[in-house]
């Protein structure tokens, strides 16, 4: 089909959209190392993550092998409300930077959380109410987990604890709002309502809290309440990845309609779960040796952790009570500057990813705020769709590779997923427009004082 044919936007009918997820683990020879009972640095078992995780989502968690999982059609119809996403061609962004590259997104953003994880979070909520439990509880970042998390726990009607990092709650009062509108409540963290956020004051007064510290409040909370609560995580796990496998395979379905083969795809990093779920699909095809992708993670140069972390056995929270997991990590102790992707500051890397990237399957590459904050206004302006900063990350490369391509005049099709809108973020844009963002790059001597503390393994 001639280019000229391809619309503005790919709209799927709501029959296209997927019946199952795809597990990416199921195609790969080397599979993701086992997570790790950090008393024992031996595999964790079902029954001992059935006390911090629902029951069904540990299966899923736990499943290398199964390629498809069917999505249950309660899940389905929650879908339906915000999807099919579509998949837009930025024929604007491609006439105004004078490229031949075709560009094309997928955008996540048409939902009140504005992001993809509310992909997941409806799919965590179902598995809880369906295993008879009171409620969940969780952290968020930048908030927009948390919201997600709202809206999922609001519409199975189970009860949603949010431990929302200070800083974030103290920028960000309207997200605070957003869920409570949702009826979650939400605690700022680190807290005295936990043993762990306690502790953490008592060590560092004063802190404004990180993601790992209020994984480790948000678990204490659920495992103390003897079985009534569960904690969900929106990235990092391999469940999530698998839950946001709807966006590679809607985005999948759509080029294929139009015969349209993405040569580079790029997603923004945060724990992984976006561009995981992205590139599933495309990477299964990759592995089976149907096809050939290049594909380029975008993380924060101020948080790098697949560009310049180790491969390593780590703690997945700053409290050190969730498993061990393989991954490139920064170190669970990294204390990331105070950057505006509040959800790409996440010290570790999805185990799956993490694999990919080692098995030279995925490229990766870090980029700094101010060229991030250039790129969204840049995007914002030609494209209209005001974007969030993590994903504006992807934005970023995916405007680089355009570039280069008008510099050698392939004609390559980019494909990069906009996982978000970015209203809640205007105290980032606001410091961009008066030019008081920093660009602050952690120097080696602070990252090997970092990877000093990681855990021993054998
Ligand atoms: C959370 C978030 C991310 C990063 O998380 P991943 O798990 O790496 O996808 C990216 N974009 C938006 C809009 C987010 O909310």
Redesign the pocket.
């Known amino acids: 089909m001639a280019n000229q044919n391809i619309p503005y936007k790919i709209y799927l009918s709501e029959d296209e959209m997927p019946d199952s997820w795809y597990n990416v683990r199921a195609d790969m020879k080397i599979k993701p190392a086992p997570l790790l009972n950090p008393a024992t640095c031996k595999p964790v078992t079902p029954e001992e993550l059935e006390v911090v995780f629902c029951k069904e989502l540990v299966k899923q968690e736990l499943n290398n092998d199964d390629p498809w999982i069917p999505i249950p059609e309660e899940i389905r119809d929650f879908y339906k409300m915000y999807r099919p996403a579509p998949l837009v061609r930025a024929y604007c962004l491609e006439k105004k930077l004078q490229t031949p590259a075709k560009i094309y997104y997928k955008f996540?953003?048409n939902n009140t959380?504005?992001?993809?994880?509310l992909n997941s979070a409806i799919a965590q909520a179902y598995y809880a109410k369906k295993q008879g439990l009171k409620g969940v509880t969780t952290e968020t970042?930048?908030g927009?987990?948390g919201t997600?998390l709202s809206m999922a726990c609001s519409f199975f009607d189970i009860d949603c604890k949010v431990y929302m990092v200070k800083v974030s709650y103290q920028q960000k009062p309207f997200r605070r709002e957003v869920m409570r509108t949702y009826g979650a409540s939400v605690t700022p963290s680190p807290s005295d309502t936990t043993e762990v956020g306690r502790k953490i004051l008592a060590e560092f007064p004063g802190t404004n809290g990180s993601l790992g510290c209020a994984i480790s409040e948000a678990v204490e909370a659920a495992v103390s309440t003897g079985g009534e609560y569960r904690y969900v995580l929106?990235?990092?796990l391999s469940q999530?990845l698998l839950h946001?496998s709807v966006i590679g395979l809607e985005t999948m379905t759509a080029m294929d309609k139009y015969n349209i083969k993405p040569d580079v795809i790029i997603?923004?990093?945060?724990?992984?779960?976006?561009?995981?779920?992205l590139i599933s699909p495309f990477m299964g095809r990759k592995l089976r040796g149907e096809a050939d992708y290049q594909f380029i993670a975008v993380e924060p140069a101020s948080c790098p952790s697949l560009t310049r972390g180790v491969y390593a056995y780590d703690f997945c929270d700053t409290g050190k009570v969730c498993p061990l997991a393989k991954m490139y990590t920064l170190g669970s102790g990294f204390m990331p500057s105070p950057n505006h992707?509040?959800?790409?500051r996440?010290h570790g890397m999805?185990s799956v990813l993490s694999e990919l990237h080692h098995q030279g399957l995925m490229e990766a590459r870090s980029v700094t705020q101010t060229e991030v904050f250039e790129a969204a206004e840049q995007f914002a302006r030609i494209e209209g769709i005001l974007p969030?900063?993590?994903?504006a990350?992807a934005i970023r490369v995916a405007i680089d590779e355009a570039i280069k391509c008008k510099e050698t005049g392939e004609e390559k099709t980019i494909l990069f997923?906009l996982?978000?809108?970015?209203y809640f973020d205007m105290f980032a844009y606001e410091k961009f427009h008066n030019n008081e963002m920093s660009d602050y790059i952690p120097t080696d001597e602070e990252l090997e004082k970092s990877f000093a503390n990681l855990p021993d393994v054998k």
């Open positions: 996540e953003g959380s504005g992001s993809h994880k970042g930048a927009q987990w997600a929106g990235s990092v999530v946001q997603g923004c990093a945060g724990g992984g779960s976006n561009l995981g779920g992707a509040g959800g790409l996440y999805s969030a900063p993590e994903s990350h997923g996982t978000g809108t970015g």
